[in-house]
T-cell receptor, first 115, second 111 residues
């Protein structure tokens, strides 16, 4: 079974702090994703990585950056946390198969509260 | 731009009362349509992938079907443990692995 783990289930940070959210997958997947999920807004893609050191902005990248130094690890960084970044953060991974669609496997989520 | 609309937003059923959830989509070249289940406070869990119109997939009390414009998730004789939010997502051939998600249908099954 694919396993995607996230470093924390719950996190409380203060405004202005630098926050690191880490995600690790154990299935040698090429693609990794960071989403945030808010009531009434659904899943929104923050950043996407299709290979080590490669990244692409999603729909809402402002205020975030990412790092992918190793294939299995994808980090989301909030450079200076703000209260509007309070949310559920979800990491996911998927394969790049040869011409076939591929599902995403999600981690358990990190509930981040910025006070 | 790819779009996914799910209906209804919320659905309440009695145990054993069968029903269907709808996912309408527009996509430029469908690579695949996915269904996920999400329990409160957890990450989505993959259920099915459908690739082409006419395809069907089944798992326990769930059956997913696909046409050129929509997908249905049929729930037969649901149980309280089927209560969850069900998400639909589409992926286009041109989209480098990214999926577009709907907002989900929250299903509550009362005993």
């Amino acid at each position: 079974d694919v396993k995607v783990t996230q470093s924390s289930r719950y996190l409380v940070k203060r405004t202005g702090e630098k926050v690191f959210l880490e995600c690790v997958q154990d299935m040698d997947h090429e693609n990794m994703f960071w989403y945030r999920q808010d009531p009434g807004l659904g899943l929104r893609l923050i950043y996407f990585s299709y290979d080590v050191k490669m990244k692409e902005k999603g729909d809402i990248p402002e205020g975030y950056s990412v790092s992918r130094e190793k294939k299995e690890r994808f980090s989301l960084i909030l450079e200076s946390a703000s209260t509007n970044q309070t949310s559920m953060y979800l990491c996911a991974s998927s394969l790049i198969p040869g011409g076939i669609s591929y599902e995403q496997y999600f981690g358990p989520g990190t509930r981040l509260t910025v006070t | 731009e790819d779009q996914v609309t799910q209906s209804p937003e919320a659905l309440r059923l009695q145990e054993g009362e069968s029903s269907s959830l709808n996912c309408s989509y527009t996509v430029s070249g469908l690579r695949g349509l996915f269904w996920y289940r999400q329990d409160p406070g957890k990450g989505p869990e993959f259920l099915f992938t459908l690739y082409s119109a006419g395809e069907e997939k089944e798992k326990e009390r769930l059956k997913a079907t696909l046409t050129k414009k929509e997908s249905f998730l049929h729930i037969t004789a649901p149980k309280p443990e089927d209560s969850a939010t069900y998400l639909c997502a589409v992926q286009a051939h041109t989209n480098a692995g990214k999926s577009t998600f709907g907002d989900g249908t929250t299903l509550t099954v009362k005993p």
